[in-house]
């Protein structure tokens, strides 16, 4: 079986895996944030980078090659992961202690991981709607990191592409395939695979907000990187 | 005999804040006895001192909201060798920057005009209140930061690292599960 080095670690791939595939597989962790293994790879935001064959890639995107050394676990890598990250902070509205969503938010987890005290760019306090007219799901676009998992999952799996992604650049944000735009007049079912797939806390399943108290979610317990990755 | 060494001169203040960061900082229970053999406080909460005087630290809890806060934050940093921005408010807004959301008019008349239960509603206009800002602003916004400490609030643990690693002259190092945003 083929193998490349990941940091101080031997990995074996099949023919055709990514460096991002055959990691986890081998339990170790990449941060990553617009991946998923139950879509196609996106390569969107960047957050998975690594350097190999003398460049940066994002390794969800990547073939394995034989033989070919790949870092992930060194300062300037993780620097430049927390300068994405810090994008995705200052060009949204994460206001993590009143987020519902905070202990389970794969945004915050990685940030944490990447080591990212704070961002230290210009907040950019863009003025964004929530959508609450759906009676199961509220959609709280502040948090949006275009991601595209949902556009990806109510496309490919609920066969109803309800959401997607609209206007360029800075512009670029999250739009629901109704008349009014309006989530409740959309195809969406709070059953979807596209409801349960968010990383952030924008599609929220409504009346269960606090169920799981703070400081007992998902990776309040055990912090991502020590999470193998699994469905939501 | 060797002289004491001179103590490490802090300053805190809570500007769009709630103290909660203060209260995270004292959570370091009896650790507080060690540093008080360490550190004296100027300007604080703690202390009824009005004005942060030639201070080796300085630490910020809350956002900037008004003129007030504006002025005590440039005279943290100017009288602070090392500026340190403590909780969600200061680092990113936090709580308060939500109202950042809707003017400024908008949010004085739900508060003091249309809201429920208001009785002689009247927006306060008392020329000694600090006039309120626009917008409200993380700290980095308005002076240089030489440390942020996540949290709401940072933890008694992160702040314990911070506190210890600074008075000894070193660089702080937070461990993956320290570093909190909520």
Known sequence: ?232 | MEQAKAKIRIATTSLAGCFGCHMSILDIDEKIIDLVELVEFSRSPLTDFKHAENCDLGIIEGAVANAENVEVLREFRQNCKILVAIGACALNGGIPAMRNQFSLAECLQESYRDGMGLENALIPDDPELPMLLNKVHPVQDVVKIDYMLPGCPPSPEIIWELLTALIAGREPVFSEEQIRYD
Do not use: W
């Open chain 1, 1 to 232: 079986m083929p193998e490349f080095k990941l940091d101080n670690h031997s990995v074996s791939f099949l023919e055709g895996q990514t460096i991002m595939q055959a990691a986890l597989e081998a339990g170790l962790y990449i941060p990553h944030l617009c991946f998923h293994p139950e879509f196609k790879p996106h390569g969107s935001c960047r957050v998975c980078i690594v350097h190999t064959n003398g460049r940066y890639v994002s390794s969800c995107t990547t073939l394995a090659e034989q033989g070919a050394q790949v870092i992930s676990e060194q300062a300037e890598v993780q620097r430049q992961r927390r300068n994405l990250l810090e994008m995705l902070f200052i060009e949204g509205n994460h206001v993590c202690p009143s987020c519902e969503k905070s202990g389970s938010c794969t945004l915050q987890s990685v940030a944490e991981y990447c080591g990212m005290l704070s961002p230290t760019l210009p907040f950019q306090f863009p003025q964004r709607k929530v959508d609450a007219s759906h009676p199961d799901t509220l959609l709280d676009f502040n948090r949006c990191i275009l991601c595209e998992l949902c556009v990806r999952a109510s496309r490919e799996v609920d066969h109803k592409s309800v959401f997607a992604i609209s206007g360029r650049g800075i512009q670029a944000h999250l739009v629901v395939d109704s008349a009014d735009g309006r989530l409740v007049n959309s195809l969406f079912a709070s059953t979807d695979r596209a409801a349960s797939v968010c990383p952030v806390g924008v599609i929220l399943p409504k009346h269960k907000g606090f169920v799981e108290p703070i400081g007992q979610r998902r990776f309040d317990l055990i912090p991502i990187s020590r999470q193998q990755e699994k469905a939501d």
